[in-house]
């Protein structure tokens, strides 16, 4: 269900857009890391929705790449803040050279 809050533009903003600001908020670490694997997904199946063929604004897989990249920037930061490394969508996190 889209989202009714609408940009500057009068555009409204994509129901992605929603989950990952409630990600890049979310002042607890426990609570980031789940919300940020939330975002991270709503991210990823947009993508494909939008590689479907489903339309979408002209900038919207920019928006969407540049979210997936400050997502995994968000939780490498946990990560390095003295927590052992998480599992992030498969895939291990972790800051160790």
């Known amino acids: 269900m889209p989202s009714s809050r ?3 533009n009068a555009q ?3 129901e992605w857009y929603d989950i990952y600001l409630k990600a890049v908020v979310e002042a607890d670490e426990s609570k980031a890391i789940l919300q ?3 975002a991270s997904k709503a991210v ?3 993508l494909l929705q939008l590689r479907s ?3 979408g604004l002209p900038q919207e897989f920019q928006d969407l790449n540049c979210a997936l990249v400050y997502l995994r920037l968000l939780l490498e ?3 390095t803040e003295g927590r052992p ?3 992030f969508n498969g895939r291990w996190i972790s800051t160790a050279s």
Do not use: A
């Open 6 to 8: 609408l940009k500057p």
């Open 12 to 14: 409204p903003v994509p």
């Open 36 to 38: 940020i694997e939330r």
């Open 44 to 46: 990823e199946d947009r």
């Open 53 to 55: 063929g489903s339309s």
């Open 77 to 79: 930061n946990i990560v």
């Open 85 to 87: 490394p998480h599992e």
